[in-house]
């Protein structure tokens, strides 16, 4: 005949509480699902007034008057000169930006010079300017009384100077972590073969 052995309860508790004390203190607790959804409210509410509203504002009252009065309006002659015009300038910002800040890039991480340390600061000041600021700047600086003679206010010129101001040190700081990453070696065994730095730069840092 078998005998059936039942567990005592209080014999065990014991023994469950003892593991539970040497459950580990820094285990990840788990958030409510409250939480996160109450921060995504709010995040969607933010960028609904700031972004979405105005955005809305926007295509609402360029098809109000139907999509022919649309078209007419997108192909006036402002609107097309306007486009011209935007093309015109971020095209030459671009070439710009893509001179410059490449060669800024490249002299703040090969280079040292002193100085270097306030270059590169100076090369996040229109991160810390307000636009506002960066624009009244620009007009004392290239305005009508402007202290070097030069008057570009109200034209294309100032225009791109603005810009080349406000996304330069975003190509600079895009470029510069990919210039620390690349081998230096191919580089200096262009150098050691008798290749000019243009060379050097040109067929060795630019392919990589």
Do not use: C, H
């Amino acid at each position: 005949m078998t005998a059936t052995i039942t567990p005592d309860p209080e014999a065990i508790r014991p023994e469950l509480d003892g593991d539970a004390a040497q459950a580990p203190t820094g285990a990840r607790r788990v958030r409510a699902p409250g939480t996160t959804s109450l921060r995504l409210g709010v995040a969607m509410v933010w960028l609904s007034v700031i972004v979405l509203l105005p955005l809305a504002a926007i295509a609402w009252q360029a098809v109000g008057g139907g999509w022919q009065a649309f078209w007419l309006a997108v192909t006036s002659n402002a609107a097309v000169e306007s486009f011209r015009v935007t093309l015109i300038i971020s095209s030459a910002v671009t070439v710009l930006n893509l001179v410059f800040g490449l060669l800024i890039a490249w002299v703040l991480v090969r280079d040292d010079f002193v100085g270097k340390r306030l270059v590169d600061a100076i090369i996040d000041l229109p991160f810390a300017l307000p636009t506002i600021v960066a624009g009244l700047t620009l007009i004392a600086l290239y305005g009508p009384n402007s202290p070097v003679g030069i008057d570009i206010a109200f034209t294309r010129g100032v225009v791109i100077v603005a810009l080349l101001f406000v996304t330069l040190p975003f190509v600079v700081r895009s470029v510069q972590p990919v210039l620390i990453e690349l081998d230096q070696e191919v580089e200096e065994a262009a150098a050691s073969l008798g290749a000019s730095n243009a060379t050097t730069f040109f067929s060795s840092t630019l392919s990589m």
